[in-house]
């Protein structure tokens, strides 16, 4: 079965940066994009960007232009989110999601648990 | 400020029918198919509806969607308890070149 597996929450100080992996197992890793999307505490969702594994392209949703790097290791099926320059209004929950097919544009079918990211001093 | 508009909340009854809307614009619910998906508290969201209204494996039939222009709307019927939960709509934007999603809706079960 499809699983994607994050890692475990973090505490960071302002100015800090963040590094999240999602390990995924059950499909192949190559033929899906992954989104990295948040959830501030009592708000919606919020599209960060998406990587397609099997180029390595992306694209960043224009608020996080600079700040937001995501990777892929294809050797391990595992996808990354890296965040600089942290801020308070950066604590959310942090998921990686899988497209439900080959396309970015289809929407999302598989997530994976989230990890809650808590910039605080 | 979420790009797709849903109300804040929703209530109803066991076994009422209960319908959730999700209003957007040309660049994405006008030109691009919608998503519904179910977030119980303190889990990941759930896929419940793809393609406007298409339903993956093992989700009850009781839930339904459908789209028309640039709304779009999640009914589900024959309210349960369990189906107290937050529903979101997401859909791609073509101006963005990435998915934007409503703000949620809580569905109180009374």
């Known amino acids: 079965q499809v699983q994607l597996v994050q890692s475990g929450a973090e505490v960071k100080k302002p100015g800090a940066s963040v590094k999240v992996s999602c390990q995924t197992s059950g499909y192949t890793f190559t033929g899906h994009y992954m989104y990295w999307v948040r959830q501030a505490p009592g708000q919606g969702l919020e599209w960060m960007g998406w990587?397609?594994?099997?180029?390595?392209?992306?694209k960043y949703a224009q608020r996080f232009q600079g700040r937001v790097t995501m990777t892929r290791d294809t050797s391990i099926s595992t996808a990354y989110m890296e965040l600089s320059s942290l801020r308070s209004d950066d604590t959310a929950v942090y998921y990686c999601?899988?497209?439900?097919?080959?396309?970015?544009?289809?929407?999302?079918?598989?997530w994976g648990q989230g990890t809650l990211v808590t910039v605080s001093s | 400020q979420s790009v797709l508009t849903q109300p804040p909340s929703a209530s109803g009854t066991p076994g009422q029918r209960v319908t959730i809307s999700c209003s957007g614009s040309?660049?994405?619910?006008?030109?691009?198919?919608v998503n519904w998906y179910q977030q119980l508290p303190g889990t990941a969201p759930k896929l419940l509806i793809y393609s406007n209204n298409q339903r993956p494996s093992g989700v009850p039939d009781r839930f339904s969607g459908s789209k028309s222009g640039t709304s779009a709307s999640l009914a589900i019927s024959g309210l349960q308890s369990e189906d107290e939960a937050d529903y979101c709509c997401a859909a791609w934007d073509d101006s963005l070149n990435g998915p934007v999603f409503g703000g949620g809706t809580k569905l109180t079960v009374l």
């Open positions: 999601v899988r497209t439900r097919t080959g396309l970015a544009s289809t929407g999302i079918d598989y």
């Open positions: 990587i397609n594994p099997n180029s390595g392209g992306t």
């Open positions: 040309n660049s994405n619910i006008g030109s691009n198919t």
